[in-house]
């Protein structure tokens, strides 16, 4: 059994080409992690897309806009209480 | 290798990439630092994974496609010529393994290609390979907060892989028919990186629209402080170590500029093989660095974001000319470049309402095209190649090549991707998310987790 082209390392290093095992199956390589690579990216968008559908809806059975900003990170709001009840954030341009 | 004097020229040139590329690295570690300090602590974890996974996404795309687009595409093709064959840069290339230079195996690659790029096409690669990086975590950072990572990798990859390998193909190569016709030169890429990624980040921003509650309702914009001001700065300090492996992997180190004489003399060169020295582009780094920071402090009045943006964008400015530059020059026009871009980015947030989280478009865009025009002018008339029948540098050639740069790379193609996926509302994350933050439910757990702890251990005290 032989993987690669090289037999000994004693020749002519002038002679040595390819060095990783299994030449010639370059192509197939290629399309293998291609394939892969498109698949990935394909599961990442739709993971992505159904997290944020499950996670927008948890948040809109929140009361209001105050306890879903608090609900989501409390640690980021120390001072929670201080925010007005209601408020509705249409005052930004988002 | 078949003596010591090519030994030593390939294995010190195969080294010289090397070390650029770990310098290089700095510049992502910088780009994650930055970022995260920047974003407010309920989107720190999400912005970091954002910019990370670029790291894969783009060296995979990019040896799939990106390295081959480099070499196939410098005629346009259809401007100056067609496709150019590039075998070695295949992703089935057998001289993208691991090789000795010896009797190539594949049809079409021949011996002339097996001895060139056995020992250099992995390092050609690698730092080719972290401008592209460079390029998406530029866009990655204006617009933290709100973009579906999704969107963003298909960004990165459209940027990485294709629209600045097409811009270095076309203008940033010893052939490429910008070079050849209009002049162009860039030698440390004010325009093939900066420029474009600045004009990238502009087309996505205008689709995707500012973070909730940075505008308030009569138009004047609310300041979000970065949460950790030292990350930041570590971040931009790391940057610009980074950019020193930057400046070097832009030249080849050491090449014979004379070889249709009889004489041998061996120098470093830009891209375009035309002469420079290390020597020359470390002053000018230094001075153009000086001269951003300078320049950023003045017009900031000390604000220490500007101040370190500042000196990034002084070196942009100058880039494009900077294996030329006298060190005073460079000092001045990265001063000029800081002067400009900060009234500039402050303009158009006013006026569009954009929302640049860390003013990429203006340390990246503007200062970009501002040197690659500025450079136009100063550089008027010099040979833009080693190859006389190339036209010289003009500021025409070189407005004409920002252009080229910002918006016909830049801007356009994702101008057009951000309108397609903010159709199918692939583009921006729901309005409750950004509201809670992208880590909400990780700080939610670790809240219930810490209650869940307390809890017990009130229980265990109580008996």
Known sequence: MQTGLIENWLGNPLEIGPMYPFVGLEIALFV??????????????????????????????QADLRSTIIAGAPQCYEHAESLPVGTTGDDSAG | MENELTALTVIFTEFYYWVCIVLMFLIHVGFCLYEVGVSRQKNMMHTLMKNAMVIPLITVTFFFFGWWIYFALQNGPGITGGLISAPFALPWSELMGTHMGGQPVQAGVTPGDAATWARLNGVFFGAFLLFSWTCASILSGAVIE???????????????????????????????????????????????????????????????GPRIGRFRSDGTARAFPPQNSWLVIIGLFMIYTGFWGFYAACNIPIIDIDPDSARTFFAATTIYLTPTTLSAITFNFLMSLSGGLFAGYFVSKGDPYWTFSGGLA???????????????????IGAFGVLCLYKLHHWVERRFKIDDAVGAVAVHGYAGVLGVVIAGFMLWGYPSSPNPEFANIT????????????????????????????????LRIPRAIELAGLDHQVLADETAAFGELVGEELRVAGG
Not at chain 1, 39 to 61: D, G
Not at chain 2, 171 to 189: I, K, P
């Open chain 1, 32 to 61: 293998v992690s291609f394939a892969l690579t498109i698949v990935y990216m394909i599961w990442q968008l739709r993971l992505e897309a159904r997290t944020y559908e499950k996670e927008a809806r948890a948040l809109a059975s």
């Open chain 2, 146 to 208: 709100r973009i579906r990572s999704s969107a963003f990798w298909l960004f990165a990859i459209m940027l990485g892989s294709i629209t600045w390998v097409v811009d270095a193909a076309w203008g940033w190569s010893g052939e490429g028919w910008m070079v050849r016709l209009l002049g162009y030169h860039d030698a440390y890429a004010s325009g093939v990186i900066h420029a474009i990624s600045g004009g990238s980040a502009l087309a996505v921003l205008y689709h995707l």
């Open chain 2, 314 to 332: 002084g070196i942009i400015t100058a880039s494009a000319g900077n294996d030329l530059y006298h060190p005073l020059q460079a000092l001045l």
């Open chain 2, 395 to 426: 500021p025409w050639g070189q407005l004409a090549g920002a252009f080229i740069m910002f918006f016909v790379l830049g801007f356009a193609p994702c101008f057009v991707l951000g309108a397609v996926l903010k159709k199918f509302d692939m």
